[in-house]
C-alpha cells in the first residue's frame, strides 16, 4: 500500500524529471540565468541526497546533455555516499550516458572532475573505458587537443598509441612529421594553406583565420568535411543544411530561422522536410492515436531567450507536426489565431482557455496543449475550463488531456502547471513526444512510486540493454 512518504518520493522525482528535461542554467523568457542555475542545482542536490538510487536511474530518461553531465558529476562525486550495489549500477548508467554524450561535454566533465580532485578508482576506469571505445583517437588529438592530454593525466593514462603522446605532449607543431594523415595535417597547417583543409572545420577554422583566408573561399572548400550539425548552424553563412537527414526539433528550429518571405517561397520543401522528419519520429506509432486535437503556444513570451532563441517555438511547431503524423485524424490550434503553421512567429499574449475551448469542441480522443503555461487572456480562464471538463463535462475520461511545458520555471522548481487535473511534462525535442505523454500520467496523482518505480526500471533497463527488465534497482542494505 503507497504511504504518503511513497506519493511525496513519486512528486519529488517527476518534478526532478521536467528540470532534467527542460532546464539548462541559461535564460528563458521569465527568469535570468543564475536563477535557473541555482534553482536548477538545489534540485540536483535534493534529490541526490534523498534517493540516491532514482536519481541515477533518471540518466536513462531523454534528458537533456547538460543535465546528464551534471548528473555524472555530483554521483561521482559522492561515490562514497553509495551502497556498493548503487556504485555497480551507477557505473553501468554513467558508461552508457556517457557515450551519448557530444565529446566535447564529455572532456569538460573530465576536466570539472580533475578540478574537483575525484580521482579514485572508479572515476579511472569510467575514463579509461570511455577513451577505449572513442572511435578515432587522432580526431580527438586534434580536435580536443587540451582536454585528452589533461584527461590523460588526471587518469593516469597512457596515450593509445605512442605517436599520440609525441603530439599531445612536445611542441608537435616542430616536429619533422607524424604517420597518422590527421595529426600531420595539423602540424602542416601552421605552414600550408592547403592542409587546412584535411583538418575537421572546428580546427580549420582556427588556421583559416591565422592564414587570412577569405570566409567564403574557406567555406566552400571546407564544406566536404562538415559534419551535419555544422551544415545547419553555417547556413546563414552559405553551406548547404542537408534537410532530409535533419531531426525534427532542429528542424523546426532552422525554419523559424528563417524570414517569412524565405518561408512563402520554400514551402513546399520545407512542408515536405518537417513531414518527412515527423514520419521518422513517429516510427509504427503513425496513424495510430486517432482524433488528436493540440492547442500550441506562439504567443510572444515563445520567443524565449537570446541563448534560447525560439526553442519554445520550435518545440510547439515540431509537435504540431509530429501529432499530425501520429493522428488518424488532426486539428492543431495556435493561441494566436493562426493556421499557416510554417509562419509562425512570436507575438501576441497567450489565450490559452479559449484556444483550449475550440480544441474540445470537437471531443479528441487526445488533446495535446504545448506551452509554457503563463496563461494571461485573460488569466486562469485555461484552469477553469480544463477543470470544468473533467468534473462535469468529461467525468470519464473520454478524452485523454496531457500538457508538455518546454520551459523550465525557476521559481517553483518545475515547469509551469495548468491545471492540478492536466497531468504536466516537461518537452525538450519533439521526437520526445510519446514517451513522455506515458511519463505524463503518472503526474496525474492517480500513480504512486511503486508504479513510477516499476517504470524506471523498465527504462533502466532498456537503456543498459539488459535482456529481461527484472529489478534494475540494487537493494536496500540493512545498516
Keep these: 500500500m503507497e504511504t504518503y512518504e511513497d506519493l511525496i518520493a513519486a512528486d519529488d522525482v517527476l518534478l526532478f524529471v521536467n ?14 540565468a543564475g536563477e535557473q542555475r541555482m534553482s536548477l542545482d538545489f534540485l540536483h542536490e535534493y534529490l541526490l541526497g534523498n534517493y540516491r538510487e532514482l536519481y541515477a536511474a533518471v540518466l536513462a530518461l531523454d534528458i537533456n546533455d547538460h543535465n546528464a553531465a551534471l548528473m555524472v558529476r555530483k554521483l561521482l562525486v559522492t561515490a562514497g555516499d553509495a551502497t556498493p550495489g548503487q556504485r555497480a549500477l551507477e557505473g553501468r548508467l554513467i558508461a552508457r550516458r556517457l557515450s551519448l554524450l557530444p565529446p ?18 572508479r572515476t ?6 570511455w577513451l577505449a571505445a572513442r572511435p578515432d583517437p587522432a580526431l580527438d588529438a586534434v580536435k580536443y587537443r587540451g582536454g585528452l592530454k589533461q584527461t590523460l593525466r588526471h587518469a593516469h593514462l597512457a596515450p593509445p598509441r605512442a ?4 603530439f599531445l605532449f612536445t611542441t608537435a607543431a616542430k ?3 607524424f604517420t597518422e594523415p590527421l595529426l600531420d595535417a595539423w602540424r602542416r597547417a601552421h605552414y600550408e594553406q592547403a592542409a587546412v583543409y584535411e583538418l575537421p572545420y572546428t580546427v580549420a577554422e582556427g588556421f583559416a583565420a591565422k592564414h587570412r583566408i577569405p570566409r567564403d573561399a574557406f567555406l566552400e572548400r571546407i564544406a566536404p568535411r562538415l559534419t551535419r550539425l555544422e551544415r545547419l548552424r553555417l ?3 552559405g553551406a548547404a543544411a542537408d534537410l532530409a537527414r535533419m531531426p525534427l526539433t532542429r528542424l523546426a528550429s532552422y525554419v523559424l530561422s528563417l524570414p517569412l518571405t524565405d518561408r512563402q517561397q520554400r514551402r513546399a520543401e520545407l512542408t515536405a522536410a518537417l513531414t518527412a522528419a515527423a514520419r521518422r519520429a513517429a516510427g509504427p506509432l503513425h496513424g495510430s492515436w486517432g482524433r488528436v486535437a493540440a492547442v500550441l503556444d506562439d504567443s510572444f513570451s515563445s520567443y524565449g531567450s537570446g541563448q534560447k532563441r525560439r526553442r519554445p517555438l520550435a518545440a510547439a511547431l515540431a509537435c504540431h507536426y509530429l501529432l499530425k503524423a501520429l493522428a488518424g485524424e488532426y486539428r492543431g490550434y495556435w493561441t494566436s489565431g ?11 499574449p497567450t489565450p490559452l482557455g479559449l484556444r483550449i475551448l475550440d480544441a474540445l469542441e470537437g471531443a479528441p480522443d487526445r488533446l495535446v496543449i504545448v506551452s509554457d503555461g503563463w496563461d494571461n487572456a485573460p488569466p486562469g480562464l485555461a484552469a ?10 468529461d467525468p470519464q475520461g473520454r478524452t485523454a488531456v496531457v500538457h508538455l511545458n518546454p520551459v523550465y520555471d525557476a521559481d517553483d522548481f518545475d515547469v509551469r502547471r495548468l491545471a492540478p487535473t492536466v497531468p504536466t511534462a516537461g518537452l525538450r525535442n519533439a521526437e520526445d513526444l510519446p514517451s513522455l505523454v506515458e511519463l505524463a500520467r503518472f503526474a496525474e496523482g492517480r500513480t504512486g512510486l511503486a508504479e513510477l518505480r516499476a517504470h524506471l526500471d523498465a527504462r533502466v533497463a532498456a537503456f543498459l540493454g539488459d535482456p529481461l527488465p527484472g529489478e534494475a534497482f540494487p537493494a536496500e542494505e540493512e545498516s
Design 235 to 237: 547556413q546563414e553563412s
Design 175 to 177: 616536429q619533422p612529421g
Design 163 to 166: 605517436e599520440l603522446g609525441g
Design 384 to 393: 477553469e475550463v480544463l477543470r470544468i471538463w473533467r468534473t462535469r463535462l
Design 104 to 121: 566535447q561535454r564529455v572532456y569538460r566533465l573530465f576536466s570539472e572532475l580533475r578540478r574537483a580532485r575525484v580521482n579514485n578508482r
Design 124 to 129: 579511472r576506469a569510467i575514463v579509461r573505458d
Design 19 to 32: 528540470a532534467a528535461i527542460t532546464a539548462t542554467g541559461q535564460r528563458e523568457f521569465h527568469s535570468g
Design 338 to 348: 493562426r493556421t499557416d503553421a510554417l509562419l509562425a512567429h512570436p507575438s501576441g
